[in-house]
């Protein structure tokens, strides 16, 4: 069963350049600058089709700009594709910025219910999680506090903490592993390990070849928004290395 296609999917963002001729200029010149904005365009993907099988673990490497992270956003439905399809099957938790649904007034318990609910619980899922996500998180000593008052690394413990415990069909992973200590990241890891073998599909992205290599079955390596090369990690990620060299 397919978990995640793209067919033909391209999508591009405007670029804005700076504006050199002054405000009245701008204004009496403004059908002509709208048009530049429309012409001059950066290409994040350009004509990307590929598939993921249910329960596989797809890696993506690439250099910055290549296309990765507005991958993620197209299957976790922030960004809608300008053109091509894209289906993703099943309950979708993406963990693109970890506490991105978290408000900083609200406590640590509040927003744990606030977050759950906005990734897809209902209320009574959420409160029947509670003590799990709080262990997990091992921030119970400061979950009655406000947000505000919370580091950066609690928020993100916080928000991983809170995904892992959604029971997710597809896993969607940009850049978060590194969170919290080095006790923790291995909480993470065994977390991600164990949706692993209960066949959660998951799309991983990540500069950390080795990540790639110890946790994903396939790799797809984007050059300027196309795929270079898609396959076996090991010859991918050999390719990626080679040619970054």
């Known amino acids: 069963m397919i978990a995640v296609r793209f067919e033909h999917v391209s999508k591009s963002y405007p670029i804005y350049s700076q504006i050199l001729s002054g405000l009245k200029a701008s204004l009496l010149n403004a059908p002509e600058i709208l048009q530049r904005f429309r012409r001059h365009r ?35 439905g922030v960004l809608r594709a300008q053109a091509g399809v894209v289906e993703v099957c099943g309950r979708v938790c993406p963990l693109l910025e970890l506490g991105a649904g978290f408000h900083s007034e609200l406590s640590g318990r509040e927003n744990i219910l606030l977050n759950g609910i906005l990734l897809g619980l209902t209320r009574r899922e959420v409160l029947a999680r509670m003590d799990e996500i709080i262990a997990f998180s091992e ?96 010859s991918v990620i050999c390719r990626y290395e080679e040619a970054m060299a």
Request: charged fraction near 25%.
């Open 42 to 76: 950066f290409m994040a993907l350009n004509d990307v089709s590929f598939e993921v099988e249910q329960g596989e673990s797809l890696g993506l490497i690439g250099a910055n700009g290549s296309g990765k992270s507005t991958t993620l956003a197209l299957m976790a």
């Open 139 to 234: 921030l119970e000593p400061f979950l009655d506090q406000p947000m505000r008052t919370y580091s950066t690394g609690m928020v993100a413990r916080l928000g991983f903490s809170v995904a892992a415990h959604l029971e997710p069909e597809v896993l969607l992973i940009d850049e978060v592993l590194a969170v919290g200590d080095l006790r923790f990241q291995a909480k993470c890891r065994e977390r991600l390990e164990h949706f692993k073998k209960r066949r959660v599909t998951i799309v991983l992205v990540t500069h950390s070849l080795g990540e790639v290599r110890g946790f994903c079955e396939r790799v797809i390596w984007l050059r300027d928004g196309k795929i270079a090369a898609d396959g076996q990690p090991g």
